[in-house]
C-alpha cells in the first residue's frame, strides 16, 4: 500500500488524495476548472464505456473502465467537499444506509424468498423512505433524460411489480400486433402526428415483449446495431476490393454482399 507521511493507505484512499491533489492550488489547471455541470457528459460517457468493456473487452478493459467511472463519483465528491456540502465519505455512509434498510431480508426480520418479492418490498421501502409528500406515484423518480428505451423497460417493470401487467406473453404479442396495426392505418390516413403517435405505442409494445421475454431490449438494440456495423462495413470493403462505389452500387448488389456478410458469419459461428 502507498505510504503518504505517516498514513498507509488503501487504493481507494489513494484516489481520493490523488483527486483532492489534482483540485488544489499548484494542482491540475483543467481539473481545477471543472465544475457538476461541466463534467455531466463525463459520468455517461464513462458509464457506457463500461458497458462497451462489459461486452467487447477483456477482464482488463473492464477493470481499467470501471475505475473511470469511480473516478467521475470521487470527482463530484471532491469537488461537494470544497463546496463543504458532503464528502466522499458521507456518499459512502449513504449509500451502506441505504442497502441495509432496503434489504430487510438479510439485515433483519423480513423475509423474501424469490427476487420478486425483493424487488416488490424495494419498491415499497422506497416509497416510505420519501414519505406521503414525496413520491405519490410509483413512476416518480424515474430520470426524465435516461434513454427512452430504457426509461420504457423501466417504467414497465414499476407497473408490473403492483400487478399491473399481461399474464401471458401471447397477450403481448397479440398487442404487438394491435399497434402494428395501428401504425398503418395512421399512415393510410397520412396523419404525421399521429403516425408518430402510433410509432411510439408500437416500440413501448415491442420493448414490453422484450421484458416478457427476459431480454433487456437496451442489450439487445445494442448488439442489433454493432451487427449491422459490422455486416455493412463488409458490404464497404468489398466494393473497395472490387474497386466499385458504395454510391453507384443498386440495392439488389448491397443484399447480395449483405447476405454474403450474413453467410460468412454464420459459418463462423458453426466453425
Known sequence: MPVYG???MTPFEELVEIMAKLRSEGGCPWDREQTHQTLRPYLIEEAYEVLDALDNGGDGDFRDELGDLLLQVVFHAQIATEEQRFDIHDVSRAINEKLVRRHPHVFGDTRADTAEEVLTNWE????????EEGRKSVLDGL?????ALLRAYRIQEKVARVNFD????KEVFEKVGEEIGEVRRALENGDRTKIEEEMGDLLFSLVNL????NVPPEDALRRSNDKFIRRFRYIEAALELKGESLER????????LWDE????ESDADAG
Do not use: C, N, Q, Y
Not at 415499497?124 to 414519505?131: H, Q, S, T
Open 6 to 8: 505517516s498514513k498507509v
Open 124 to 131: 415499497k421501502i422506497k416509497r416510505a423512505e420519501k414519505g
Open 143 to 147: 430520470p426524465a433524460g435516461m434513454p
Open 166 to 169: 399481461w399474464d401471458d406473453v
Open 210 to 213: 422484450s421484458r416478457h421475454l
Open 249 to 256: 452500387a443498386t440495392f439488389e448488389e448491397l443484399d447480395a
Open 261 to 264: 456478410a450474413k453467410g460468412r
